[in-house]
């Protein structure tokens, strides 16, 4: 039995769960998610709990059993309290802020980069070092800020670009130089 598919995911207070045999839809104080499911892997609700089951001990339905758990969990969890990624600018000269609601980068290039927020996807920026992709789905916010890393990867030797909060860079030694 998988140990991630096994576990029930409770209904919390506000939260109202629409489900057919390949579709599940999430209402919460946040907004609304749906998610298509696998038709060879089940969905039911059980005393106010979501509980998926698969049908057989095959290889393709264990992996099956424990993806489709995760991605309902991240939709009950996306409309209660939401997702957030941080990123942190490092370098020289390099930095972020809000214009109305898009994100406006200094990173190194010939011209500012302006990011336009997807629909459901909010940004913050605190001081001019640290972004904030903030909304309630949790593939979404994962993308944007990879997208937003992408402008300026944090390099190796000195470490400059955009990185995830709490990410560790390897360093690399620089020349040795003549002797």
């Known amino acids: 039995m998988s140990r991630v ?3 029930p995911i409770p209904i919390p207070d506000g939260v109202k769960v629409d489900l057919s045999p390949t579709h599940i839809k999430v209402t919460g ?7 298509d ?6 969905v039911a609700i059980e005393e106010n709990q979501i509980v998926v089951t698969r049908p057989s001990d095959k290889p393709e339905h264990r ?18 309290e939401g997702y957030e990624r941080v990123l942190q600018i490092e370098g020289v000269g390099y930095r972020a802020s809000l214009q109305g609601k898009s994100l406006n980068l200094v990173v190194g290039h010939s011209h500012p980069v302006v990011v336009d927020p997807p629909e459901g996807i909010e940004f913050g920026v605190e001081g001019t070092q640290t972004i904030k992709v903030s909304g309630i ?5 994962g993308q944007v800020a990879a997208n937003i ?3 300026r990867k944090p390099e190796p030797y000195k ?12 360093r690399k030694v620089g020349k040795a130089g003549a002797g």
């Open 159 to 170: 470490g400059k670009g955009i990185r995830y909060r709490g990410e560790h860079i390897r």
């Open 37 to 42: 499911i696998h038709p060879e892997v089940s």
């Open 137 to 141: 789905d949790k593939q979404r916010v």
């Open 5 to 7: 598919g096994k576990l």
């Open 149 to 151: 890393r992408a402008w």
């Open 63 to 80: 992996s099956l059993h424990g993806l489709t758990r995760a991605l309902v969990n991240n939709l009950v969890v996306g409309v209660t």
């Open 29 to 35: 104080p946040k907004g609304t998610l749906e998610e």
